[in-house]
């Protein structure tokens, strides 16, 4: 039985124009897929390696993934306009945002305070402030103070903070009971915790992990909001 050109395989010899065209096209298209097959490999392979190598080895992430942070591929996936608007937060409010690296989320939660408010954003890492600065100023957003400090100092007073978030940060810091109690210090009555992940960072925990996490330092779980590619959970301070 004769059956249509497979992958992989050589055109009949003899056929008309258009039937050698649509084997040629398919040619293509099974070229194509085998690339697109290839490239899963890899990416998957490589997401496997740099997840173990993560599992023992801690550092934060280094300042030259910042093309990849804030590119509109990364923001096409996990959108700041949503993850942002998730944290309800409010003209006047005094916001921290730990790890902001270049600023994805940096200048839509500055525009969501609003000149009264403040955006405080605490990054362990020179660079990662360096490169802060530039996507602020093209942005040209004022209300967001930087500061060099690390989860377990931060550089506000208690209970001054509204809102305190980070994005693919958290599971980066070794001491995660320690961190968790500095945000509680610093956080208001009623003010919220939010911790976002995307699926793609190799350090990418699973939200029962994060709300185990949480939840052991006295934070009460609020809400869980977004898609299969990434998420955002939000936490009050137990008791309030
Ligand atoms: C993966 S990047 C995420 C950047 C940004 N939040 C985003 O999602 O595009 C992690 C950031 O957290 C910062 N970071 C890691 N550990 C930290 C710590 N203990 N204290 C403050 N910042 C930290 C890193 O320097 C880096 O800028």
């Not at 039937?19 to 890899?42: K, Y």
């Not at 998957?44 to 992430?61: G, K």
């Not at 602020?136 to 001054?160: C, E, I, R, T, W």
Request: hydrophobic residues 45%.
């Amino acid at each position: 039985m004769l059956r249509g050109p497979v992958c992989g395989q050589a055109g009949l010899t003899g056929l008309r124009t258009k039937e050698n065209g649509e084997i040629a096209m398919s040619r293509v298209v099974c070229t194509l897929a085998r690339f697109l097959r290839v490239l899963l490999v890899v990416f998957f392979l490589w997401q496997v390696l740099l997840r173990l190598v993560r599992r023992w080895v801690h550092f934060p992430a280094p300042a030259f993934i910042s093309v990849f942070l804030n590119s509109r591929f990364r923001r096409a996936l996990q959108p700041p306009a949503d993850v942002v608007g998730w944290m309800d937060i409010r003209p006047g409010m005094q916001v921290l945002e730990l790890g902001p690296g270049p600023g994805a989320f940096t200048v839509e939660a500055a525009r969501r305070a609003g000149p009264q408010g403040t955006v405080h954003a605490v990054d362990i890492q020179a660079d990662m402030l360096e490169r802060l600065q530039e996507t602020l100023a093209k942005a040209g957003v004022q209300n967001v103070s930087l500061h060099l400090s690390s989860a377990y100092a931060l550089p506000v007073p208690d209970q001054s903070i509204d809102r305190l978030f980070m994005v693919t940060v958290l599971s980066e810091i070794p001491d995660k009971p320690r961190a968790l109690a500095e945000f509680r210090r610093v956080l208001k009555p009623g003010g919220l915790l939010a911790v976002g992940e995307f699926l793609p960072d190799p350090d990418f925990p699973r939200p029962v992990t994060v709300r185990r996490w949480c939840e052991a330092a006295g934070f009460r779980f609020v809400a869980r909001y977004g898609t299969l590619l990434h998420y955002l959970m939000t936490f009050s301070v137990y008791g309030n």
